[in-house]
Nanobody
Framework: QVQQAESGGGLVQAGGSLRLSCSAFGRTFSGKAVGWSRQRPGKEREFVAVISWLGASTTYADSVKGRYTISRDNAKNTVYLQMNSLKPEDTAVYYC???????????????WGQGTQVTVSS
């Protein structure tokens, strides 16, 4: 089982940008798709984005499409989530996890990490 750590969260004003990182430890991401989810206060976890092992396939939630970009650097064993044009409703804890495919369904994912907090102010 791959373990991973999320980082890069913080406080940003509406319209600003952040880049989150997801780095594996113990094992690598080799051969695995990696996705991001988020959980807003008092709400259920929701899918955000996913990228295939080679990066040829990506899928985004409608709520972030056109604003977020998922990418990966396999040499660094790291997956990124570039978030632009942030909105207050993007405020959430963001998590990453591995999956066998580029699934948009949360039940297709392995264990989520501890998460990183993103707060977008009005």
């Amino acid at each position: 089982q791959v373990q991973q750590a999320e980082s890069g969260g913080g406080l940003v004003q509406a319209g600003g940008s952040l880049r989150l990182s997801c780095s594996a430890f113990g094992r690598t991401f080799s051969g695995k798709a990696v996705g991001w989810s988020r959980q807003r206060p008092g709400k259920e976890r929701e899918f955000v984005a996913v990228i295939s092992w080679l990066g040829a396939s990506t899928t985004y939630a409608d709520s972030v499409k056109g604003r977020y970009t998922i990418s990966r650097d396999n040499a660094k064993n790291t997956v990124y989530l570039q978030m632009n044009s942030l909105k207050p409703e993007d405020t959430a804890v963001y998590y990453c996890a591995t999956a066998r495919t580029t699934a948009a369904k949360l039940d297709e994912y392995d264990a989520w990490g501890q998460g990183t907090q993103v707060t977008v102010s009005s």
